[in-house]
């Protein structure tokens, strides 16, 4: 019979019926399977650190998020932000949900259309745009957001070069009572710069406005900031109406919406206090439809969420590297996921977990990740049980940003697997290794050999 591990006696106060400070069981529940397949299966064969994606989870909250879009409005159409998670198989789920492509770069792009997706579906934001994209963006019929005058004035100059008459639209900032005020991208609509673009796009043959575009922060808990937004968007709707007679055929409400993740320094946790798709389609929609906007007018309504419709689809699996005790009697635990591969870790308190349970006993720990410098911090402070080196951990909704931040720092970048309907694992991002991270070095002549 196998002995028996041990466990250290402990005094704990039990208020009978009573949960913690902040209302939440303190139990530790462990991942121990992603959908139906084992996190043990999945380290062994894959490796440790481990990214791991769930086409059912990605496809369901989409299917959710659309229809609380299109059961208010029938006009709905939803552009994935590339920038949110740009691996191709995750990208490529989404277009064939129906989601076109939103970019910020001539990088994102390219992607967009190496994935199949036709120039006149992609939406090309971002301050960013250099003469060469701007002139490939016209020539596929691309929806182009200008974001500032200097890029206007760009258009102007190549737009009439090509024989194509751009489509573009303008980025709107504007006060929605959210803080802080994104001003530095687009042009401002409470002094008139958003009118005054307008105004310079109209009259030029060489152009088509035909949409309005604005993405007023990010992670954005209040719903109501987004009926200001579609307020002030349909206001200026209705202005060119009036002046121009020249009818918008979109209105595009960005992104920003909150996951279930939980900000540090929140009273609660995300996935108690994050507005549900419905909150934000009832917002948005109904600014919409109660707008001043002539009905058989009414233009398309762009989503370009990223963060809300991936994250909870995505997992990072690590092992434990050791234990150690702090100076000040704090218990440590070092894994092999750091902060180049969990990059949210900066903004979010992480649900971490054991993939199984050997024991229920609890204690402050800090939770370090392997690299060699201070800010390594995965959890600063986290009731986790004691585990062993070896043992394996789960940490949950990381899907979005984490693998378009990631870092190549001290450790080579793991693996990405999909997990498919069926149930079926696919590695649809190669771990980096040697020869792949040395592919781009070159080295001078005189430097190649070296004496010691």
């Not at 200026?236 to 009036?242: A, D, E, F, G, S």
Request: with cysteine.
């Amino acid at each position: 019979m196998e002995k028996l591990k041990f466990e250290r006696p402990v005094i704990n106060r039990i208020n009978a019926g009573v949960p913690d400070k902040f209302g939440m069981s303190t139990a530790i529940q462990p991942i121990s399977h992603i959908d139906d397949v084992a996190v043990e299966d999945l380290l062994s064969e894959y490796g440790s650190p481990l990214y791991v994606i769930s086409e059912k989870s990605i496809r369901n909250t989409f299917r959710e998020a659309l229809s609380a879009f299109k059961t208010r409005y029938p006009k709905v159409q939803f552009a994935w932000s590339y920038k949110t998670n740009y691996l191709n198989a995750v990208c490529n789920i989404y277009h064939q949900e129906g989601s076109w492509a939103e970019v910020v770069s001539g990088f994102e792009f390219e992607k967009a259309l190496a994935n199949g997706v036709p120039g006149s579906k992609i939406i090309f934001n971002g301050p960013d745009k250099s003469k060469e994209d701007l002139e490939r963006a016209i020539e596929h019929g691309s929806l182009i957001h200008i974001d500032h005058f200097d890029e206007l004035y760009e258009i102007m100059s190549l737009a009439p070069k090509t024989g194509k008459k751009a489509k573009v639209a303008i980025r709107v900032n504007m006060d929605t009572g959210i803080y802080p005020h994104w001003d530095r991208f687009g042009f401002n609509y409470e002094n008139g710069e958003a009118w005054t673009a307008i105004n310079k796009i109209m009259p030029d043959p060489n152009m088509e406005l035909i949409g309005l575009h604005t993405h007023i922060g990010t992670y954005i808990m209040t719903p109501n900031a987004y009926a200001i937004a579609t307020s002030k968007l349909a206001a200026l709707t209705v202005r060119i109406q009036l002046k121009y007679n020249h009818h918008l055929k979109y209105l595009d409400l960005g992104g920003g919406f909150a996951s279930k993740n939980t900000l540090k320094g929140a009273y609660l946790p995300g996935s108690d206090t994050c507005p549900t798709f419905d909150d934000y389609a009832e917002a948005i929609t109904g600014a919409l439809s109660n707008s001043d906007i002539q009905y058989d007018h009414m233009p398309t309504l762009f989503l370009e969420t990223g963060r809300a419709l991936i994250d909870d689809a995505g997992y990072l699996l690590g092992s434990v590297l050791a234990n150690k005790r702090l100076l000040d009697g704090r218990r440590s635990l070092i894994i092999d996921i750091g902060v180049n591969n969990l990059f949210t870790s900066f903004w979010y308190e992480h649900h971490i977990v054991p993939s199984k349970i050997k024991q229920r006993d609890t204690e402050d720990t800090t939770i370090y990740g392997p690299l060699c410098m201070n800010i390594d911090i995965i959890r600063a402070a986290i009731q986790f049980p004691v585990l062993e080196k070896g043992d394996h951990v789960v940490i949950k909704r990381i899907g979005a940003y984490n693998m378009t931040q990631w870092m190549q720092f001290i450790t080579y970048r793991p693996k990405v697997v999909l997990i498919d309907l069926e149930g079926k694992a696919h590695v649809i991002r190669e771990n980096e290794n040697h020869e792949s991270m040395n592919a781009l070095d070159k080295m001078p002549n005189h430097l190649k050999e070296i004496q010691l």
